[in-house]
T-cell receptor
Framework: SAVISQKPSRDICQRGTSLTIQCQVD?????MFWYRQQPGQSLTLIAT?????????ESGFVIDKFPISRPNLTFSTLTVSNMSPEDSSIYLC????????????FGPGTRLTVL | AQSVTQLDSHVSVSEGTPVLLRCNYS??????LFWYVQHPNKGLQLLLK??????LVKGINGFEAEFKKSETSFHLTKPSAHMSDAAEYFC??????????FGKGTRLHILP
């Protein structure tokens, strides 16, 4: 298994500002993922972040809005840029420890409220 | 293309009675199937997974699920509900190297 921490756990931000969310894993992993869970919705994959390569974004998500860094095998950041109230969500990072079966372990999430 | 449908957005059961959370999937190949639980203000936790071994899968906290290929179902069950089971449950499907797809979730309410 893996222990994953996220910072901050929650934040309240003003419209037009940016927030960077950090994800730290206690072991080296190749594949890390960022998800968004909007109020009352299921999880939606934002992007896949593999160390040593550019993040791969899902349809509807762009790098200018959600830039991602992956400087090493235990750490990643997701920035939510130029925020609007529609960005109010829980953002989760996850890691894939078993590439064959895609079992994922999730961080505790960052609850973002944009005023 | 793979997809997953959780048939109930809310399920309410009385404490001590059985729990049934329904999940149907669509997959072109032999899928891997998972159930995750999300307690209020907590991160997601893996309950159990099916990966082409035994069709009846036992998970944590007394939950189990049965893979039924003929019905394309992977329903989650528990013989006796506990108050601490109140949470959101997600059924998830994955095919090989493809992305994992989450169902919309089922919120389980436990009545005293």
């Amino acid at each position: 298994s893996a222990v994953i921490s996220q910072k901050p756990s929650r934040d309240i931000c003003q419209r037009g500002t940016s927030l960077t969310i950090q994800c730290q894993v206690d072991s080296q992993v190749t594949m890390m993922f960022w998800y968004r869970q909007q109020p009352g919705q299921s999880l939606t994959l934002i992007a896949t972040a593999n160390q040593g390569s550019e993040a791969t974004y899902e349809s509807g998500f762009v790098i200018d809005k959600f830039p991602i860094s992956r400087p090493n095998l235990t750490f990643s950041t997701l920035t939510v840029s130029n925020m609007s109230p529609e960005d109010s969500s829980i953002y989760l990072c996850s890691v894939d420890l078993q590439a064959v079966y895609n079992e994922q372990f999730f961080g505790p999430g960052t609850r973002l409220t944009v005023l | 293309a793979q997809s997953v449908t959780q048939l109930d957005s809310h399920v309410s059961v009385s404490e001590g009675t059985p729990v049934l959370l329904r999940c149907n999937y669509s997959s072109s190949y032999s899928p891997s199937l998972f159930w995750y639980v999300q307690h209020p203000n907590k991160g997601l936790q893996l309950l159990l997974k099916y990966t082409s071994a035994a069709t009846l899968v036992k998970g944590i906290n007394g939950f189990e699920a049965e893979f039924k290929k003929s019905e394309t179902s992977f329903h989650l069950t528990k013989p006796s509900a506990h108050m601490s089971d109140a949470a959101e449950y997600f059924c998830v499907v994955s095919e090989g190297d493809d992305k994992i797809i989450f169902g919309k979730g089922t919120r389980l309410h436990i009545l005293p």
